[in-house]
């Protein structure tokens, strides 16, 4: 398994992907948007697995003052996330070509489970 969490900043949901994965004893990787620069690559992976609209933070007043906010087409949204990443919702959580968005303890067990079984 190899987790990569991507963080725009340290909220709730944030905490309790690194809890989950820290108790399991499952290395993860935090990869803070401000110093990492976002591939065509990693941003594909988000679309195919949660779509492009899901991966916008439209939350709060700073968020919503971002035109990416307020577009509905995949292609401008992901050009714009790719231009500046601070509009990702944060955390999103990679297992290779999965993903999720926010804390989705769900599907991370599912993870563990799938890795478990091979």
């Excluded at 499952?26 to 065509?40: R, T």
Aim: aromatic share 6%.
């Amino acid at each position: 398994m190899n987790i990569q969490i991507y963080v725009n900043k340290k909220n709730p949901d944030v905490l309790k992907a690194e809890r989950f994965f820290k108790e399991r004893r499952i290395p993860y990787q935090i990869m803070d948007l401000k110093k990492h620069k976002l591939g065509k690559k990693e941003m594909d992976v988000f679309v195919r697995a949660v779509g492009a609209k899901a991966i916008v933070d439209r939350e709060g007043k700073k968020a919503l003052e971002r035109p990416v906010a307020h577009m509905s087409t995949d292609s401008l949204i992901i050009a714009e996330l790719l231009a500046d990443p601070s509009a990702l919702r944060s955390p999103i959580v990679r297992n290779g070509n999965k993903a999720t968005v926010g804390a989705d303890e769900e599907a991370w067990k599912q993870w563990v489970a799938e890795d478990a079984s091979r």
